[in-house]
């Protein structure tokens, strides 16, 4: 049974950082990209960041480019997203993601397994 746990989201104040991390579990993931999206309420989901197989090629959404590092340890099957400068505007639920594939979509539909979130809030 796959499975992907976020962790590291929680509240914290505007200009501040957080890490998040996706532990997969139930198979190897190294052979696939992965991604992180987010959601705020009455919002769609977003990719905000996303990386291909050996970590290579990364992708960022304009609104977090220089502020969040996507990285992966493929040893450990886990995902990294390392988020500073944080804003009001990037509170939302993070989810982590496995592509189809070894290079990564920004959509969603390009992923088949997703974690269960973890709520990130940033106060202003």
């Known amino acids: 049974q796959v499975q992907l746990v976020e962790s590291g989201g929680g509240l914290v104040q505007a200009g501040g950082s957080l890490r998040l991390s996706c532990a997969a579990s139930g198979r190897t993931f190294s052979s696939y990209a992965m991604a992180w999206f987010r959601q705020a309420p009455g919002k769609e989901r977003e990719c905000v960041a996303a990386i291909n197989w050996n970590g290579h090629i990364t992708y960022y959404a304009d609104s977090v480019k220089g502020r969040f590092a996507i990285s992966r340890d493929n040893a450990k099957n886990t995902v990294y997203l390392q988020m500073n400068r944080l804003k009001p505007e990037d509170t939302a639920v993070y989810y982590c993601?496995?592509?189809?594939?070894?290079?990564?979509?920004?959509?969603?539909?390009?992923?088949?397994?997703w974690g269960q979130g973890t709520q990130v809030t940033v106060s202003s």
């Open positions: 993601a496995v592509s189809r594939g070894s290079y990564y979509y920004t959509d969603s539909g390009g992923y088949d397994y």
